[in-house]
C-alpha cells in the first residue's frame, strides 16, 4: 500500500510540475509582449489557424527525431521542431510560441505516444520554450534581421544552459524515477559515449549541452533562410 502511495504521488507531483512550469512559460511570453514597441493585428481565427499549421508541421518534424549518438545516448533525440515554432513566433509573438510547443506536444502523443513515462515530451516542451521564447522576444523588441540572429543566438545559449540544468536538476532524477532507470546506469550510458562523464553534472555538460547547441544552431541558420521565403505563402506577408 505504501508503495501504491508514494508511486501515485511522485505521479500527481510530475502533473502538478508540468502545471506549474507550462503556466509560468505562458505569463512570461504574455508578459514580455506588453513592451514591444508594435504588435501584429491579426484576427482571432487566423491566430488559432497559423497556431495550428505551424503545430501540425512541428509534429511531423517531432516524429521524425533521430538519435546523434556520437554526442548522447539514443534515448536523446534530435528533431527540428522548433523550425516552424520559430516561424510562428517570429509572425505572432511569444505566446504564440507557447502555444505553438504545447499543441505539437499535444499531436505528438495522440499520433505516437510516449516512450519516457511522458518526461521526454515535458522535457521537449520545456527545453524547446527556453530556445524560441529568448529568440522571439529579443526580435520583436527590436525588429530587424540582425535582431532575428542575436535572438537566435540568445536562444540557443539559452536552451543549452537553461535546458542542461533542468535536466540535470529534474528532468534527468525524475525520469529515473518514474521511468525505473536508475540514475548510475544513465550516466553509464553517457560514460559510453563521452569518457568524461562521471556524474550528473558531466552528463549534462559533455552530452545534453553540445546536442541543444547542436540543434539551436541548425534551426537557427534553417530559420533565417527560410522565414522570408516561408512567410508569404504561409501567412500571407505582402512585404
Sequence with gaps: MNGLLMQLWENLSFVLMCILVIFALAVAAKFSEQYFPEKRKVSKARYVSIVGICAAIATVLHVLDFPVLFLAPEFYKL???ELPVLLCGFYLGPTATVACEGVKILLKLVVKGTSTAFVGDFANFVVGCSFVLPATIWYHVHKSKHSAVIGLILGTLSMAI??????????LPKFSQLFGLPLDTIIGMGTAIRGGVNSVTTFVMLCVAPLNLLKGAMVSVLTMLLYKRVAKPLFGIRK
Excluded at 537553461?162 to 528532468?171: D, E, K, Q
Design 162 to 171: 537553461l535546458g542542461s540544468a533542468f535536466n540535470a536538476v529534474y528532468l
Design 79 to 81: 528533431d527540428f521542431s
